[in-house]
């Protein structure tokens, strides 16, 4: 990532309308991503499916994700609009919500899950390149930290919103929820302005205003930062340890309690998102400062 400069405060004045645009798409953006995880292993084991089989599709999804990640990135470099990007993969999301919702079986599901998997290294990551874009690097602590609190509400409400559904219609009806959160946040979209999105700062680079790419490093320099092999293995091995978690519990509670699962699995999620929506702008304003100390 580059060192902010200058010249980056140049043109910093994201409209109003953009900033709550990107409020939005964290919100629903958040929402859309709740009905998965969990709650396909809830609606997988409703179905009679095999336990085998659920942990076949919810690794492939994973590994889908895993993959992505990398030539996520790059895409999102090169794409000079990454609003077009965060709405082909909300497309994406809804089209496998909409799959899984009304043809739960294997190969339909299989595919619905590695699509959705897919999206990962593009979904995130263009959100963060777009609040990049926006406010530059000095302010952009204070820009994820609010980017976090509207996605912990929106899967906080969301989740509440599908155990009510799941428990009083069916576990079906919670993905069909989920596919229809694309019209909200397509909306939010649209409000970001292109104009107010700096491609270079987007990019990582404040003083690149060319309409090609900015340079990249190599891929090999990565692995001669110490710090950044450090926290790469500590996310691993909290992913590894962690990830499986709530499916695992969905799936033993759907076999077990029946409807009553989704209101176990919604009070699952919704307990950590009332932590991170409280705890992120203190952690926000807390880096901010760590940061402005190093520099000064």
Known sequence: MAITTASEAID????????????????????MQAGFGP??????ADENWTQQNIGFVLSASGLAGLLSQLPG???????????????LGAVVVAVSALLMA?????P???AASVLQGLTGGILGPAVAAI??????????????????RFASAGALIVTGLMGVIGYFLSYRAIFFVSAALVLPLLLAIARVRSADIHFGRSCGQPDHHESTPPPR????????????????????????????????VGERLAYRNGTG????????????????????????????????????
């Not at 699962?261 to 999620?269: D, E, G, K, T, V």
């Open 102 to 106: 009304l043809w739960p079986i294997l």
């Open 261 to 296: 699962a989704s209101f176990i699995i919604s009070a699952l999620i919704i307990l950590p998102q009332i932590v991170v929506a409280l705890s992120a702008p203190w952690s926000a304003n807390w880096l901010r400062a760590r940061v402005a100390g190093r520099c000064s």
């Open 217 to 248: 490093a190599e891929r090999l320099s990565l692995s001669k930062n110490l710090n950044l092999l450090i926290f790469a293995g500590c996310l691993f091995l909290f992913q590894f340890a962690n990830a499986s978690m709530l499916p695992l």
């Open 39 to 44: 709650f396909v292993a809830v609606l997988l």
């Open 108 to 110: 339909v599901v299989f």
């Open 131 to 148: 609040s990049l874009g926006l406010v530059g690097h000095r302010a952009l602590a204070e820009r994820l930290g609010r980017n976090q």
């Open 12 to 31: 910093l004045s994201p409209s109003s309308t953009s900033l709550s645009g990107l409020d939005g798409i964290n919100f629903f953006l958040a929402g």
């Open 73 to 87: 990135g790059e895409l999102l470099d090169v794409s000079r609009s990454k609003r077009f990007l965060v709405a």
